[in-house]
T-cell receptor, first 116, second 111 residues
């Protein structure tokens, strides 16, 4: 099992360019998430998807769109990149919880994006 | 508002010293809290959750509802404990469940 796979691992963009970060999980999890990690800001939730066909905004959704293509894949799109979107992006999926408790998040390796 | 506060950006200790990483939360209702850890060049991973009441790698964390805290403790730090530690709070809304993370604390253990 590969777990959660993100591509690309590194990307440099110019302001105004668009790109899509891809994420796939092979654990048959329903819930998937996109976070960004910035120094001094920790991990902030961008968007999440509780199940195939549903998505919802997190704390910092502006400038991003997502697609839950199927149960395995959850992509994050930057339509017009800005320097403020320079960050490390993490995709995660969540295992089902037991006895009503929240499951565990499994993270990808991260995608380092630089916007010039 | 749901919030997780980790007041220390960096905690530096010597090997063998006790460690306490602080975490405070704001949540109306019954909270569910976690500690996640990111070692150098590794993926972010779950360390422990308050519901399990377990000790992982010598770390424990007790939920104190009166003080709204979930501090992570270890009596004797090891160099391999050096990592970034995130406290996280389960957040519910009608769309589903997500985790809200604090800003993280870097633990540096030196010999």
């Amino acid at each position: 099992n590969a777990g959660v796979t993100q591509t690309p691992k590194f990307q440099v963009l110019k302001t105004g360019q668009s790109m899509t970060l891809q994420c796939a999980q092979d654990m048959n999890h329903n819930s998937m998430y996109w976070y960004r990690q910035d120094p001094g800001m920790g991990l902030r939730l961008i968007y999440y998807s509780a199940s195939e066909g549903t998505t919802d905004k997190g704390e910092v959704p502006n400038g991003y769109n997502v697609s839950r293509l199927n149960k395995r894949e959850f992509s994050l799109r930057l339509e017009s990149a800005a320097p403020s979107q320079t960050s490390v992006y993490f995709c995660a999926s969540k295992s089902p919880g037991l006895a009503g408790n929240t499951g565990e998040l499994f993270f990808g390796e991260g995608s380092r994006l630089t916007v010039l | 508002a749901q919030r997780v506060t980790q007041p220390e950006k960096l905690l530096s200790v010597f090997k063998g010293a006790p460690v306490e990483l602080k975490c405070n939360y704001s949540y109306s209702g019954s909270p569910e809290l976690f500690w996640y850890v990111q070692y150098s060049r590794q993926r972010l991973q779950l360390l422990l959750r308050h519901i399990s009441r377990e000790s992982i790698k010598g770390f424990t964390a007790d939920l104190n509802k009166g003080e709204t805290s979930f501090h992570l403790k270890k009596p004797f730090a090891q160099e391999e404990d050096s990592a970034m530690y995130y406290c996280a709070l389960r957040s519910f809304n009608q769309a589903g469940t997500a985790l809200i993370f604090g800003k993280g604390t870097t633990l540096s253990v030196s010999s």
